[in-house]
């Protein structure tokens, strides 16, 4: 047996060196291959095909990218492949969204593809392991399998599969602690370099139809209609370790004439919202719903006579969504 586990790592090691190519597996390799890729989704211009799917959910899309530089800033394109035409464009800090009378996802992120900006501020290494887990393929490409794994099952884990000679990410899956995958994203063909004639074309053209168009902030949850900074009268009595206050803020209601207080908090890769607004309805409802990473869980606090809606939403696992909502309480009691 033993002879047969040495044969087998023997194998694997010259696979790996016949590739030109052999993984040190410390924590500090995986950190700056993890720093590597951020820095290449925005340095690097490309074009290409991705596929993403969310829960049952599959899209299969068209990407185009122009690195930022001393002239132009950072520019990106999006085509809906699949159902009726759609597109979205950012341009600098603009995003234009045009769905021809559908919905479209509003990646309201620094890049339009989700993933790359979860990792734009690093990994702590209290709450999630990096480990450099192999070589593969993806889109043709050699591609290096980079794992962050979550240290408790209050948050999602990730396997990115990143280019050998670009760092640029090829392909991610985001995973439960049962290993089931949440979201996946995956590049089916894919250019590296300078653009053709015809992709700088599309990213000069603006549709006439456009549906509407965003003013990207430092913190795109907060609205222009915020009140940020704003002292919340509500807190959660349960947070996963490694969870922080980022905002709070006050906004109008959509559905009312009470105001809403929100929460963010994040860990650095995950984030969730915490909305708090009087309910005049007093009816005691619950609900819980996930929608690929996203859950989104509404639950009923009374106080006295006085009922308040409560609601989480974020890309955390369901139960963490739950045991959230079911935490808050008003700042004048205490956890």
Known sequence: MKQMQWITKKLLV????????????????????????????????????????????????????QAEDQTASERERIFYLDGAPREVIRSGNELFFSSYN???????????????SKFQSGVSEHFYD?????????????????LVLPKDRFRYGYQLWLDR?????????LVDDQGKIIERLQFTSLNIGNLSNDDLALLDHKPSNVDE?????????????????????????????GFVLENSSIRPSPMSQHDVDALIFSDGIANFSVFVEQDDTRVLSQASEQI?????????????????????????PLGTAERVAVSVRPVNMKP
């Open 14 to 65: 010259s696979c790996f060196l016949a590739s030109g190519f052999l993984f040190a597996q410390t924590t500090s390799d995986a950190v700056d291959l993890l720093e590597r890729m951020s820095v290449s989704a925005k340095r690097l211009s490309f074009q290409g095909e991705f596929v993403y799917q969310q829960g049952a959910q599959l899209q299969t899309l068209s990407v185009i990218h």
């Open 102 to 116: 559908e919905g479209v996802t509003k990646f309201q992120h620094g890049s339009l593809m989700p993933v790359l």
């Open 130 to 146: 990096l480990k450099i887990a192999g070589v593969d393929r993806v889109a043709g490409r050699e591609a290096v399998l980079l």
């Open 165 to 173: 000679e670009s760092s640029l990410l090829l392909k991610s899956v």
């Open 213 to 241: 168009t965003i003013r990207l902030r430092s913190n795109p949850a907060i609205g222009l209609s915020d009140k940020p900074g704003a002292p919340s009268k509500w807190q959660t009595g349960w947070l996963p370790a």
């Open 292 to 316: 690929g990473a996203l859950s989104a869980v509404s639950k009923i606090y009374r106080e006295g006579n006085q009922y308040f809606h409560v609601t989480v939403v974020g890309d955390i």
